[in-house]
């Protein structure tokens, strides 16, 4: 067969041994041509792509980011941009494409599906928001790397009783906030799904300073919200998928902190490096049976599914379904997160 492969969204760890993996197996097992397209859905309406061999994945498992590069472009925003996709379908005589990607990327592919399209999706996102899959790959590799910089954040902040506020990605969600929450000790921790009270925070922090212990660790999510009406916020713009773009809650946050308790506040900004570099074990895994289970499901026509982990086993879900809404921080760990908040 001819199968096309893109990368679309934000990048993640582990999309290269997803890669690698539809690569090994359509290769070897099935004798498949592989193209892969550049940029996301950019590569596929330019019909811009390399032809992939194991040889161009070679050393691809560790390394983080995407050898085809990725992007927030969105066919059914452009001028003919659907049509060029079926021409590059036709063009190159494609039986199927797999595309790996976040909500964005997923929520277009399954719309390529509705028109008749031959596409799989694979979920991938550092946020772990993609719903019918307990797991993406990249959460792992960035509830490490986050609760890594508490941990250290915690000793300077011991040293200078200070309050560390640490913003970790998440615009809709708080999956990575709370397991770094709850991984790295912190005294507060705010997500998307429970608007927060500035008062109860720095209540919980004076609580834990009339107690002995002079600095804590707040854990801001970047889409945190406060209270409607409570704390005066930024408004939010969007990019080309309808995303909100966020920012600055943290800095916010701190600075009422500090003039509420008159503690010294310090805002570390986690952003990027949280998407950056090597994936853990755990994500190179997780992404090595996705992109198996990807190729397998292109041989078995499963056109418009989702590769899925649940239960601990890979399975097959319908893209439509996927991408009906969010998954949101399950409300049994987030009470459990609460128990450390004093
Ligand atoms: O979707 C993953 C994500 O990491 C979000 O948590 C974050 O808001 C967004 O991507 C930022 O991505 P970019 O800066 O690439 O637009």
Redesign the pocket.
């Known amino acids: 067969m001819k199968v096309g492969v893109l990368t679309g969204?934000?990048d993640?760890p582990g999309l290269n041994a997803v890669i690698r993996a539809v690569v090994r197996r359509g290769r070897q097992h099935y004798e498949d041509e592989i193209f892969g397209f550049l940029d996301g859905w950019r590569g596929v309406v330019e019909n811009d792509y390399r032809l992939l061999d194991r040889r161009a994945l070679r050393g691809a498992l560790p390394r983080g980011g995407t050898i085809l590069g990725t992007s927030?472009f969105n066919p059914f925003k452009v001028d003919g941009g659907v049509e060029a996709v079926k021409k590059t379908f036709q063009d190159n005589q494609l039986d199927a494409l797999i595309a790996i990607g976040?909500e964005g990327t997923l929520s277009c592919t399954n719309s390529m599906f509705q028109l008749g399209l031959p596409v799989v999706g694979v979920p991938k996102?550092?946020?772990n928001d993609v719903d019918l899959t307990e797991r993406t790959f990249g959460f792992d590799t960035a509830v490490s790397i986050a609760t890594e910089a508490i941990d250290r954040l915690h000793t300077t902040a011991e040293s200078h009783d200070r309050i560390m506020v640490v913003e970790v990605?998440?615009?809709h969600v708080g999956h990575i906030a709370t397991w770094a929450g709850i991984a790295g000790g912190a005294t507060v921790t705010l997500i998307p799904e429970e608007p927060f009270d500035i008062v109860r925070v720095c209540e919980s922090i004076e609580r834990r300073h009339q107690a002995g212990r002079y600095a804590s660790i707040v854990v801001v999510a970047?889409?945190a919200k406060p209270i409607d009406g409570t704390l005066e916020v930024p408004e939010d713009t969007f990019?080309e998928f309808g995303?909100i773009?966020?920012g600055g809650i943290s800095q916010i946050v701190a600075d009422e902190i500090e003039n509420r308790t008159g503690y010294e506040t310090r805002v570390t900004i986690l952003g990027?490096v949280?998407?950056g570099g090597s994936p853990t074990p755990y994500d190179r895994v997780l992404s090595t049976r996705f992109g198996i289970a990807a190729i397998d499901a292109v041989h078995d026509g499963a056109w418009g599914d989702m590769v899925a982990l649940q239960s601990d086993k890979i399975t097959l879900v319908k893209l439509q379904d996927a991408v009906k809404q969010l998954k949101f921080v399950d409300p049994q760990l987030w009470a459990t997160a609460q128990n450390f908040f004093p």
Do not use: A, F, K, V
């Open positions: 969204g934000g993640c927030r976040g996102t550092i946020d990605m998440g615009r970047e889409g990019d995303h773009r966020l990027h949280q998407r």
